[in-house]
């Protein structure tokens, strides 16, 4: 295998954080290169310094077996990299094509050729295997599965040597990921290279060729073979010591008392939903991306209007509409979309965990200093978020770390319901484990958990009850027991799957 | 409502084709369209004018709506430029005044009509340019440098024209306002000559694509390898074109040359483009909204004039019939798909 | 200094009789709103050309602004100097009358111009131009000509300046009045702003909703460039126009005779210049000349004139530019 | 520039605790700490002050000074509260004007002192009300509705005052102005007053941390539980009642209630806010900033009045002057951690 790119030593420092400290990395072409590494060790910075983004502060790239820098994303799209990057990167605001085609318009004398940038967007999405889309559709107006398809196609339209994907599938359901890794195996079958980043380790085991796992911003091995290295020693290599990746078991069957009733709730794309969660009861919801799951939580939670049905917390009716009424029942949210629904980036872990509660640190409406850090930093401790200090900016944490901080808002206003939209979405193992082992502790003490997610092994493990949900209509209602894999992948994907 | 409910919290859409033949008149109706809300609101107060005073209707009297609205007009062209790519310009009435002051000095006047007319761009593009820079490499938030701007092309042109209203003396110039072709002012079709190259560089170039681009995701825009900076300098110099151009104009229409013209047109430009339905933070946005918007406006005081009323009475109801336009505009683009 | 250089058709005369004698040296502070106009670019000029008249004042003029605030903040500064006399053209009567009052308070005579303090205790002289004079002027002679004309029904329009201004209140007052004594009325009645731009804009508007018109008075001749072009671009003349305050500009296109505009009623700067003629008498203790007192009069409102072509010729130098 | 670009958009930090000895005198320094900036151009704006004219440094200027930003200060508290909750509010100057007329009319101020100070806080807070409920409820951009609000309150302003200035004829009110308290005028106390209250607000109540949640994340803060409507249309009726206050104060300074007052006091206070380090999309910003902001205006005003400029170098200068206090501003936040 010849190499494409050669990276060595780099160095890449914000203020306060050393992001990245000595990375090498070895790409070969043709080859699936995947990347791990645990929330924070630097993937994410390591592929915008390929991306010509960020600029390091030491270290050497080769491309092609020439040194080179990239002084500007211009610079390395020049060069041949594609990236296809972690945050959505596509402006909500253009259509499809226009997109596809941002900063390569097609055009003569300034002027767009918008038929050709069309036929083109038309072919690649064709190719991704979703014709459905329509090229002139806005692009805000796609779900995030789709606009992460649409970011798969800019990339592909570049025809670069190297395309990477910084976590591409974490919206994608299974059927959109067999599509992708498709794609993925006829660019390399062409000679082009792939560097692959994704939290989920089976994924790697299907498509990648060779390794390289980054720890705090460093190199801990390189170029370890994808199909036999040892899941085991690849997360000991991630984090530094062995981790317990698998769900834990219920230790006990939930309690007889209903929390959570939800009957015959309706939305603008779902209906008829009925289902009841017990104290201490884990319900799963299932199903395809797009296929309601959030909409429906979120109308429980009253974040949505419903059009019809109710909804009792221990045998009170909630007013429609208000999450203020949810949230005094005693519910909580932990949302989907964990940085625009969840977060107060710029304010510290303290003020985001006690947002709900705010008014119990309060006195008249008045909050001391630092009010609420002694608690914070209490129910920080219990979900061992690193590092532990209540003052930091949210922002300069990993992405698991901030996952916890939306736990750990609920954990402090202690409801009885808690409702998880994907909750271990863009989480590294070890972070993983610890949520779940989180939801299992919460469970044990009394608390109705719903979990949505698209990972069905993982509603399989956590669920004590399963339902499944197709185009907005629960088609399923099981013990998690009475189920397994292939089970509920013939229910999700309904009469579509062949 | 259905579920249009997860992107309800963009209540603008671009011009964003619904389906129809060329993609030419998709686009073109596909600004009118989403733009119901204000021609219907034009409609009410073409309503409202007809009922109330006999002359409205007149060929003269839409002549004069349209030529009150020319100079506006151009300006909004511009500032609808700079919101849709993420910024915001203040200066702009101030920097017409400026730029009318300079072409109209004596020793400007002196060298003729196009001299002139290349002076007053000019000095709009130089101050823009000088707003976009700072704004684009020197990182100063856009509000605070055109505010600054503002203030000082006010001074400047206080101190250029000593104060005083300069005279245009140049035949040529002074004739722009009073030449009719088919009985249509020259400045109509000034006017309509920059909305429809604002309209073909907005949406058929590649440099208008791109202001979508920067207003909506300055980042995504960066990342996708577009130079941010330059591109958001580029507009601010187009807005200042746009100001050199409306100076021209009304030096010819008010036959002068003064420090006092432009006052708070910033606002009204700004008002227009927004309730055209561009988002303030940029991104999304047709410039037919802006113009129906401008027309609103320039209508809403036409009718003042011909009901006669009082300065008072009609701040009252200027500030009740904008809320309402707007309450209209918005409710109209929720009920179309 | 505002407009250091004086204008070369500032207004004033040069000191005669008893009084040009030079008296003790006298300071005389001034303050006047910020110039966005010719009229008070005059005023701010013709005061400064008449203090350096006198080699016995010294002229302590403060920046003129537009901010209240600011105005309060100045004036305040030269009664802290104390200054011998004051000459204040307010940018709001009322809202300087606790501050004239002050400096009478402390001895410092205040020679108030044109806009007039509430209490007389917070002046010493008043001296100001007549507003309600200038209506009747405009409607006087608008009534005349249509008289003589033989016009009945006639529809006359009126375009005010800044109708937030207690002066254009009274200027409308009197040109309703004078009409009323010929049996007119006023018709379409707008006001603009002071600016060229607002009388461009009004002005186009109104002649729209007046298709015909007899007459029209617009009360400010910076404002009238813009009435004349819209009126131009128009391409309406079947009326006559009468203009307001007297700028150069007007009294040149009523010599001219080439436009609609036939006359203009004064409202003159020159007063500027009059006032610091009172300061320096009030702060030396002298009187008027010709007059028997042995003091400067309380208050002096000065006639306003019409000119028309006739007599254009005698007050072109008074013209201030637009 | 280089890969700074990527935080670059967001140059302002909020209070946000550095480390230091309590936590009390940390976030008061903490405001200043971040504003090192706008202190080291105070400072540069004494040192010319000191340079050029004598009588700056004495007491009696600064206590102008002080006087002089009081007004503008009350409501540039308020607007602070806006503007970090995601808003803005261009009604403020007409607001308050509106205020000052409704409390000195012949009928309100035969009711005596508390019944004018009554109605103006009272028409202050009315008129934020409304503004808050078009806003949260009708779902109207703030941009329009707060300038429909500037226009109409103009309008009314007008129509009750009959356009003229009423006097202050209740000799209480009329003390405000003149009295001092150990040499320092009642004017600057109520403006301490009001900052300090709003400071006590800002950051040491639950209504000032969920300004900042929902200026931050309005999506976050709903989903959190918190009522964002309803706080945001309290917002507007803070800012109101600030503008209810000034009403007073401005009554007091000039004797008089006028429709002529406030004019463009919105720009004045939205730059002040700005410059104090506030972004204008909301979330982050200290009052402490925005009270530097309005003291470096009214000493770039104090500076050229003691130096008795002429008004068109004046605005030259102070568009100059602004952008270089920001830069100098920019600068030191970055240097700072
Ligand atoms: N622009 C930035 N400013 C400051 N710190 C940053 C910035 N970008 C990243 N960091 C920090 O650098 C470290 C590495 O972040 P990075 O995003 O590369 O991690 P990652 O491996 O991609 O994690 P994840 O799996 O959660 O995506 C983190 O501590 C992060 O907080
Ligand atoms: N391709 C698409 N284009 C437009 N809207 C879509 C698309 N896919 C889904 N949606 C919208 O998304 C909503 C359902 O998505 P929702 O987020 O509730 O589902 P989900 O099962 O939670 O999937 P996800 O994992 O993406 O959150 C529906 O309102 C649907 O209209
Ligand atoms: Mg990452
Ligand atoms: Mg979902």
């Given at each position: 295998m010849t190499s494409l790119l050669t990276v060595r030593g780099i160095v890449k420092t914000f203020p306060g954080v050393r992001a990245l400290d000595g990375v090498d990395l070895d790409v070969a072409e043709g080859e699936v290169h995947c990347?791990?590494?645990?929330?924070?060790?630097?993937?994410?910075?390591?592929?915008?310094?390929?991306?010509?983004?960020?600029?390091?502060?030491?270290?050497?790239?080769?491309?092609?077996?020439?040194?080179?820098?990239?002084?500007?994303?211009?610079?390395?799209?020049?060069?041949?990299?594609?990236?296809?990057?972690?945050?959505?990167d596509?402006?909500?605001?253009?259509?499809?094509?226009?997109?596809?085609?941002?900063?390569?318009?097609?055009?003569?004398?300034?002027?767009?050729?918008?038929?050709?940038?069309?036929?083109?967007?038309?072919?690649?999405?064709?190719?991704?295997?979703?014709?459905?889309?329509?090229?002139?559709?806005?692009?805000?107006?796609?779900?995030?599965?789709?606009?992460?398809?649409?970011?798969?196609?800019?990339?592909?339209?570049?025809?670069?040597?190297?395309?990477?994907?910084?976590?591409?599938?974490?919206?994608?359901?299974?059927?959109?990921?067999?599509?992708?890794?498709?794609?993925?195996?006829?660019?390399?079958?062409?000679?082009?290279?792939?560097?692959?980043?994704?939290?989920?380790?089976?994924?790697?085991?299907?498509?990648?060729?060779?390794?390289?796992?980054?720890?705090?911003?460093?190199?801990?091995?390189?170029?370890?073979?994808?199909?036999?290295?040892?899941?085991?020693?690849?997360?000991?290599?991630?984090?530094?010591?062995?981790?317990?990746?698998?769900?834990?078991?219920?230790?006990?069957?939930?309690?007889?008392?209903?929390?959570?009733?939800?009957?015959?709730?309706?939305?603008?794309?779902?209906?008829?939903?009925?289902?009841?969660?017990?104290?201490?009861?884990?319900?799963?919801?299932?199903?395809?991306?797009?296929?309601?799951?959030?909409?429906?939580?979120?109308?429980?939670?009253?974040?949505?209007?419903?059009?019809?049905?109710?909804?009792?917390?221990?045998?009170?009716?909630?007013?429609?509409?208000?999450?203020?009424?949810?949230?005094?029942?005693?519910?909580?949210?932990?949302?989907?979309?964990?940085?625009?629904?969840?977060?107060?980036?710029?304010?510290s872990v303290a003020r985001n965990v006690s947002l709900?509660?705010?008014?119990?640190?309060?006195?008249?409406?008045?909050?001391g200093p630092d009010a609420e850090s002694g608690a914070a930093r209490a129910v920080m401790a219990r979900l061992d978020v690193r590092p532990a200090d209540p003052s930091r900016p949210v922002r300069t944490l990993s992405g698991g770390n901030q996952q916890k901080v939306v736990l750990a808002r609920w954990l402090l206003h202690g409801g009885g319901v808690l409702l998880l939209d994907e909750p271990t979405r863009g989480v590294d193992v070890g972070a993983r484990g610890e949520i779940y082992a989180l939801i299992r502790q919460l469970a044990e003490q009394g608390v109705a958990v719903v979990v949505v997610s698209s990972e069905i092994p993982e509603v399989l493990g956590l669920a004590d009850t399963v339902l499944v949900v197709r185009e907005g209509r629960v088609v399923h209602t099981a013990p998690a027991a009475e189920l397994d894999e292939g089970k509920v992948l013939d229910l999700v994907m309904g009469a579509a799957h062949v | 409502m259905s579920e249009q409910t997860t992107v309800s919290a963009e209540p603008m859409a671009t011009e964003e084709p619904a389906a129809g033949p060329s993609p030419w008149s998709r686009l073109f109706l596909g600004g009118v369209g989403h733009n119901l809300g204000l021609v219907a609101v034009l409609a009410l107060l073409a309503v409202v004018g007809v009922a109330t005073a006999d002359t409205f209707a007149t060929t003269a009297n839409l002549l004069t709506i349209l030529t009150s609205a020319s100079i506006i007009g151009v300006i909004t062209v511009g500032a609808t430029f700079v919101i849709i790519g993420g910024g915001i310009d203040l200066s702009v009435g101030k920097l017409m005044a400026l730029a009318s002051v300079w072409a109209t000095t004596v020793a400007t006047q002196s060298f003729g009509p196009w001299v002139m007319v290349l002076c007053a761009l000019a000095v709009g593009a130089a101050g823009g340019l000088l707003n976009g820079l700072l704004i684009a490499y020197g990182r100063i938030v856009p509000f605070i440098v055109t505010l600054a701007m503002l203030i000082s092309a006010q001074g400047l042109a206080e101190r250029i024209s000593g104060r005083r209203s300069q005279i245009v003396t140049d035949p040529t110039i002074a004739a722009i306002a009073t030449t009719r072709l088919l009985g249509i002012p020259l400045l109509v079709y000034l006017f309509a000559a920059v909305v429809a190259i604002g309209w073909v560089v907005l949406n058929r170039t590649t440099f208008g694509r791109r202001t979508?681009?920067?207003?909506?995701?300055?980042?995504?825009?960066?990342?996708?390898?577009?130079?941010?900076?330059?591109?958001?300098?580029?507009?601010?110099?187009?807005?200042?074109?746009?100001?050199?151009?409306?100076?021209?104009?009304?030096?010819?229409?008010?036959?002068?040359?003064?420090?006092?013209?432009?006052?708070?047109?910033?606002?009204?430009?700004?008002?227009?483009?927004?309730?055209?339905?561009?988002?303030?933070?940029?991104?999304?946005?047709?410039?037919?909204?802006?113009?129906?918007?401008?027309?609103?406006?320039?209508?809403?005081?036409?009718?003042?004039?011909?009901?006669?009323?009082?300065?008072?009475?009609?701040?009252?109801?200027?500030?009740?019939?904008?809320?309402?336009a707007v309450l209209v505009q918005a409710r109209a683009r929720r009920s179309t798909p | 200094t505002s407009n250091a250089a004086p204008a070369n058709n500032a207004a004033g005369a040069a000191p005669a009789g008893d009084n040009a004698e030079p008296g003790k040296p006298v300071t005389i502070g001034f303050s006047c709103p910020a110039a966005d106009h010719g009229w008070i670019a005059a005023i701010a000029a013709n005061a400064q050309a008449q203090a350096a008249r006198y080699p016995d004042v010294t002229f302590e003029a403060v920046n003129p602004t537009t901010d209240i605030t600011q105005q309060i903040a100045a004036v305040d500064t030269l009664i802290t100097k104390k200054v011998s006399a004051l000459v204040i053209l307010p940018n709001d009567g009322s809202q300087l009358t606790a501050l004239g009052r002050k400096a009478m308070d402390a001895g410092i005579p205040v020679i108030n111009l044109d806009r007039v303090f509430d209490s007389p205790l917070a002046y010493r002289t008043w001296i100001g131009g007549d507003n309600y004079g200038m209506g009747v002027a405009a409607g006087t002679y608008i009534g005349e000509q249509l008289k003589a004309k033989g016009v009945s029904n006639p529809v006359i329009g009126e375009i005010a300046g800044i109708d937030n201004l207690p002066l254009t209140q009274d200027r409308s007052r009197g040109f309703v009045d004078a009409l009323s004594s010929y049996g007119y009325s006023v018709g379409p009645r707008q006001a603009a702003d002071f600016t060229a731009q607002g009388g461009q804009r009004i002005a186009a508007n109104l002649l729209q909703a007046a298709p015909r018109l007899d007459a029209l008075w617009n009360h400010d001749d910076?404002?009238?460039?813009?009435?004349?072009?819209?009126?131009?671009?128009?391409?309406?003349?079947?009326?006559?126009?009468?203009?307001?305050?007297?700028?150069?500009?007007?009294?040149?296109?009523?010599?001219?005779?080439?436009?609609?505009?036939?006359?203009?009623?004064?409202?003159?700067?020159?007063?500027?210049?009059?006032?610091?003629?009172?300061?320096r008498l009030v702060a030396q203790n002298r009187g008027m000349g010709d007059l028997v007192e042995k003091e400067v009069p309380m208050s002096l409102t000065l006639a306003s004139a019409t000119i028309t072509k006739d007599n254009v010729d005698t007050y072109l130098p008074l013209g201030f530019e637009s």
């Open positions: 990347l791990l590494g645990q929330n924070g060790a630097g993937k994410s910075t390591l592929i915008k310094v390929l991306a010509g983004a960020h600029q390091p502060d030491a270290g050497e790239l080769t491309w092609a077996g020439r040194p080179v820098a990239f002084p500007s994303p211009h610079a390395a799209d020049a060069a041949g990299i594609a990236t296809i990057h972690q945050e959505l596509l402006v909500p605001g253009l259509s499809v094509a226009e997109n596809v085609v941002l900063g390569h318009e097609p055009s003569r004398l300034g002027f767009t050729r918008l038929r050709d940038a069309e036929a083109l967007t038309r072919g690649l999405l064709l190719r991704l295997g979703h014709p459905e889309i329509p090229p002139r559709r806005e692009v805000g107006r796609l779900s995030a599965a789709g606009q992460q398809v649409v970011s798969v196609a800019r990339a592909l339209a570049r025809r670069a040597r190297l395309i990477v994907m910084d976590e591409p599938t974490a919206v994608l359901d299974p059927n959109e990921v067999r599509n992708l890794f498709r794609v993925v195996r006829e660019l390399t079958a062409e000679g082009v290279s792939v560097v692959y980043i994704s939290h989920r380790l089976e994924e790697i085991r299907e498509i990648g060729d060779r390794v390289t796992v980054l720890k705090d911003g460093a190199t801990v091995a390189r170029d370890l073979p994808a199909r036999t290295t040892p899941t085991a020693e690849v997360i000991r290599l991630m984090t530094g010591r062995p981790v317990e990746h698998a769900i834990p078991p219920p230790s006990a069957p939930p309690g007889d008392e209903v929390v959570l009733e939800v009957e015959d709730l309706a939305g603008a794309d779902f209906r008829g939903v009925s289902f009841t969660v017990r104290a201490g009861e884990v319900v799963g919801l299932a199903g395809l991306v797009g296929s309601g799951r959030s909409e429906i939580v979120e109308t429980v939670y009253g974040a949505r209007r419903a059009t019809a049905g109710t909804v009792r917390v221990r045998g009170r009716a909630l007013r429609t509409g208000s999450v203020a009424a949810a949230v005094r029942a005693g519910m909580g949210l932990c949302p989907e979309e964990r940085k625009s629904q969840g977060l107060l980036l710029h304010e709900p509660a705010l008014g119990r640190f309060a006195r008249a409406g008045f909050l | 979508f681009a920067i207003g909506g995701n300055p980042e995504a825009a960066r990342l996708a390898g577009l130079d941010v900076r330059r591109h958001t300098a580029a507009l601010y110099v187009v807005s200042g074109l746009c100001c050199g151009v409306a100076a021209i104009m009304i030096a010819s229409l008010t036959t002068t040359g003064s420090s006092t013209h432009g006052t708070l047109y910033e606002l009204d430009a700004i008002a227009a483009v927004i309730i055209g339905g561009t988002l303030l933070s940029g991104g999304r946005g047709t410039l037919v909204g802006s113009i129906l918007g401008v027309l609103v406006f320039t209508t809403i005081t036409n009718l003042f004039v011909l009901n006669n009323l009082d300065t008072d009475v009609q701040n009252i109801a200027k500030g009740a019939i904008i809320v309402a | 910076d404002q009238g460039i813009g009435v004349l072009a819209a009126i131009q671009q128009a391409g309406r003349g079947e009326f006559l126009m009468v203009g307001g305050a007297g700028s150069a500009n007007a009294m040149r296109a009523i010599k001219a005779d080439d436009t609609v505009l036939k006359a203009t009623v004064t409202y003159s700067p020159s007063m500027a210049s009059s006032a610091v003629a009172l300061a």
